[in-house]
């Protein structure tokens, strides 16, 4: 289980972190992040509730922290890894991932190789450099995924979680609010990490709606969320002025609020007043 941070891509001088003989080694040019503590990755394999699903996906096992957990649970636990090295160790050292373990990059793989339409949750300690792309995907497969829980840079959990009037709160917030219920569990410091990383991490659960659609269009709706925050000091009266809207529409009192005072449902609702007059 693995974290990357900073830049991606090799770099020449760049050194490696050293390893014990076997294991593998913490690229510093990878920024990787290696988690070492077993009770904190036993508790984010209890982030999970197994039910409703049969599959789980880890993404970023590194040397399998994590997935060794994961393996006790009655479920098919599948692992995807971009790291050549991470994988020979994995296929070394975990017998029952043979023929599960994927070398691919998560945000390019379709999942429907492996898991058709089945339903399936997603777990992993989360690459800081993709952790919202991670998540964003997530969000593009919401009728496969029930359950995402996981590890991020603290302040990125804090924001998935943040209710309206934050400052923090913000495009992610609201896209996942719409389909999920967010929950922050608990905070993990960088002690626990070979090398450590400078900030804390935080780990969060996501449990899908009973009912996750939206009473609007749902393209229109994140187009909206994302042009309202491009511009959130600004009231949605001026951050919306490309939609074009009818000036006695914008005349709306929701329309004199900043992105940051509207709920979930709030930006439903603002969406559903646009929407009759969206090209």
Known sequence: MKKNYGKKGPFKGQQTSHANEGEVRAKKHLGQHFLKDENVAS???E???YSGYEHVLEIGPGMGVL???LLKKETDVHVIEIDTESVA???EHYPPLRGKIHEKDFLKYDTREVFGKDQFAIIGNFPYNISSQIVFKMLELRDQIPEFSGMFQKEVAQRICEKEGSKTYGILSVLVQAFYEAKYLFTVPPSVFNP??????????????????LPCDEKLFFKVVKTAFQQRRKTLRNSLKTFD??????????????PEQLSTARFI???QKIEPHAV
């Open 43 to 45: 508790k984010i394999a």
């Open 47 to 49: 982030t999970l509730s």
């Open 269 to 271: 609702e603002l969406t």
């Open 67 to 69: 997935t060794k957990y």
């Open 89 to 91: 160790y994995l296929q």
């Open 245 to 258: 809207l009818p000036q006695d529409i914008k005349e709306d009192s929701i329309f004199g609020l900043r």
């Open 196 to 213: 450590p990383p400078k900030v804390d991490s935080g780990v969060l659960r996501l449990t899908r709606k009973e009912d996750f659609s």
